[in-house]
């Protein structure tokens, strides 16, 4: 059963009668342009066939009522007085409600079943996910027409406000605007997008280390300091803004952490740019080496990779069909990526899997995605 029949199924089984619509909204793997969306960078994801479900009906009151199949957990919230009370996965779905009121939206109630295939702090995207779903829920019963960008921008506004992490935006932007069979390149300043046809030969990779990402919102929260430290001392708004003659020239005079930050962020900017490129060339050799080079950059300048991280990405990187490897998302646990020769992707699979629970002692969770649409709603 898909798990959109089977988020019918249980909403029927829970509520008593079905569903009006089912929404859903993907996570995502980037394939390069990390940390670099909040410093007005460029980012390259995908949004992957992992997905949020809700299946729902709209309520003739203003109360929102949820069951979370997979936690077992029941919760309901006013829209007429939404209170933060620190309820993890509902503070989700109030936020993107806050934040759609902020922006002047008015919303009706409703009553929802939801469902995840997502990992929670695997660096998969798992809240942007609920954001975007839950703002998918809100269009199909309060009526507003669906703008992909402006649901981005009110997703990320429930996380930084709402929810207190304080992410960049591509998170969201690719779970909105995913397209099968495409990355996505997005200037994160102007929000423009252009889809990057995913080469048929060349199969995407989902390395799931079995570790989650701990203290990772107060680690993320440095980083991006010390990058507006290296900005503000090249007297420009966002890191995106230096060039590689200006690094060069001043660079030295910076605090050392600072400066390997700050090279990180301009190196990773090119990086991504050029990977566009190899694409488009279908160049994969050229298009792994930068990925490589990326989780070499993350790993000993930006320092938010872990040892797990590590082992992983070099059991990729010995395999022969293997292109390129690096930590995807924030750091710190959760997965990695790899580009992988299609035809010898099966046997990648296996032997990656055998060596990193050898190395780590842990059993990973190793699978290709594909490249999905962002979010959806279907009537019933
Ligand atoms: C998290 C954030 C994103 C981005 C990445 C790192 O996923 O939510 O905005 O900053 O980390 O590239």
């Known amino acids: 059963m898909s798990t959109r029949e089977h988020a019918i199924t249980e909403f029927k089984r829970h509520f008593g009668d079905p569903p009006a619509f089912v929404v859903r909204a993907p996570g995502r793997v980037n394939l390069i342009g990390e940390h670099t969306d909040y410093n007005d960078g460029f980012v390259l994801p995908l949004a992957i066939d992992r997905a949020v479900w809700i299946a729902l009906r709209p309520a003739s009151t203003k109360q929102v009522v949820l069951h979370a199949l997979d936690l077992n957990q029941s919760a309901e919230f006013s829209l007429k007085n939404i209170k933060h009370e620190n309820q993890e996965w509902v503070e989700y779905v109030k936020g993107t409600a806050w934040a759609l009121q ?97 080469p048929p030969d060349m199969a995407v990779v989902v390395l799931d280390t079995a570790t989650r990402r701990g203290l990772v919102d107060s680690a993320y929260n440095i980083r991006r300091q010390q990058c507006n430290v290296a900005a503000r001392f090249f007297g420009v708004p966002a890191l995106r803004d230096v060039s590689r003659d200006e690094f060069d020239a001043k660079a030295a005079a910076l605090d050392p952490v600072v400066f390997r930050r700050a090279r990180h962020v301009i190196e990773e900017n090119f990086r991504t740019r050029d990977a566009v490129q190899a694409m488009s060339r279908k160049d994969a050799a050229k298009l792994g080496r930068l990925i490589n080079a990326s989780h070499a950059s993350l790993r000993d300048d930006f320092e938010v990779s872990s040892p797990q991280l590590d082992q992983m990405v070099d059991c990729a990187q010995q395999e022969s069909a293997c292109y390129g490897a690096r930590m995807t998302g924030a750091g710190f646990g959760g997965c990695a990526i790899a580009i992988v020769q299609s035809e010898a992707v099966h046997d990648f699979c296996e032997t990656v899997t055998i060596n990193y629970q050898k190395a780590a002692g842990l059993k990973p969770e190793i699978y290709v995605c594909t490249a999905t649409d962002g979010a959806t709603t279907s009537a019933i």
């Open 102 to 198: 902020q922006a002047g939206y008015l919303l009706a109630g409703w009553e929802g079943l939801i469902t995840s295939s997502i990992p929670i702090g695997a660096g998969l995207s798992s809240s942007a996910a609920l954001e975007l779903a839950a703002a998918r829920a809100f269009a199909a019963v309060s009526g507003y027409p669906w703008d992909a960008v402006k649901m981005a921008r009110i997703g990320q506004q429930a996380e930084r406000d709402w929810v207190g992490v304080n992410c960049g935006i591509m998170d969201q932007m690719i779970s909105a605007l995913g397209r099968a069979g495409h990355a996505l390149l997005m200037d994160c300043r102007s929000l423009k997008t252009n889809l990057v046809p995913l």
